[in-house]
């Protein structure tokens, strides 16, 4: 077995204490940022990871939805809107980075992907048809279950501007999403936590029998994974967002 490194046994130290389940989120953010504060030179992503108890090989049982984080990402989003003359000015004056039609759709089949994000109206869906083979592989493809599909595009633009996230259940029925940057206060980190966590518990699909959330995990980019106890996470939720 090969040794600890210094970072690792520094690491090992400052967990102590966290092996079982965790039943406070924000004691296991604040966990987080301490371990980082130590370990790490750059301004790590905090991730919360779910299990869901669900079996995605039903078409009943996905698991698919957006939220609006409240402390946002601590990123700069940029979102480009596919629509025609009134919808691409809106979409522009809300603070699009990029705005149009056919012109827009020429630039991305050249290659174009200066974006994070790409909504469109539903009269421009039928010409974004032709570059579903290379959106679609990097989750770039609109879809009216994620709002990115509406004639609200002032909105669309202004929640993605904002913090808005998608979460979507993987083939192992895993959710992995981003909420915040360890450099957040662990108030903020909290917020965007809880309201995830209620986005996730609301989306429970009706045919999911037994325990929905299996595990969570909040970790960072290159630190190490806290469990939280599962069973406290609706009641911690309930408590923080009243």
């Given at each position: 077995?090969?040794?600890?490194?210094?970072?690792?046994?520094?690491?090992?130290?400052?967990?102590?204490?966290?092996?079982?389940?965790?039943?406070?989120?924000?004691d296991a953010i604040k966990k987080l940022?301490?371990?980082?504060?130590?370990?790490?030179?750059?301004?790590?992503?905090?991730?919360?990871?779910?299990?869901l108890g669900i079996d995605v090989k039903h078409a009943d049982q996905q698991v698919r939805s957006t939220t609006v984080l409240p402390?946002?990402?601590g990123k700069t989003v940029r979102v480009c809107v596919i629509a025609k003359g009134v919808k691409a000015t809106e979409a522009k004056e809300a603070g699009a980075d990029?705005?149009?039609?056919?012109?827009?759709?020429?630039?991305?089949?050249?290659?174009?992907?200066?974006?994070d994000t790409l909504i469109a109206t539903p009269d421009c869906m039928g010409m974004l048809g032709?570059?579903?083979?290379?959106?679609?592989?990097?989750?770039?493809?609109p879809n009216p279950k994620t709002g990115t599909v509406t004639l609200d595009v002032a909105k669309a633009?202004?929640?993605a501007k904002a913090g808005k996230v998608e979460f979507r259940a993987d083939k192992q029925g895993m959710i992995h999403v981003p909420i915040g940057k360890v450099q957040f206060t662990?108030?903020?980190?909290?917020?965007?936590?809880?309201?995830?966590?209620d986005a996730v518990l609301i989306a429970k699909p009706s045919t999911?029998?037994?325990v929905y959330l299996k595990s969570v995990h909040l970790t960072t980019t290159m630190g190490p994974s806290i469990k939280l106890d599962n069973k406290n996470v609706a009641a911690e939720v309930k408590e923080n967002l009243q």
């Open positions: 077995m090969s040794k600890l490194t210094k970072k690792q046994k520094k690491i090992a130290e400052m967990m102590e204490g966290f092996a079982q389940p965790c039943t406070s989120a924000v940022q301490e371990v980082a504060k130590e370990t790490c030179k750059f301004n790590e992503t905090v991730e919360c990871h779910m299990a402390a946002g990402l990029e705005a149009g039609a056919e012109e827009v759709i020429e630039k991305i089949a050249g290659g174009w992907f200066e974006f032709k570059l579903g083979r290379v959106l679609g592989p990097k989750g770039l493809m633009v202004k929640d662990a108030d903020d980190l909290m917020k965007n936590y809880v309201t995830l966590a999911s029998k037994g």
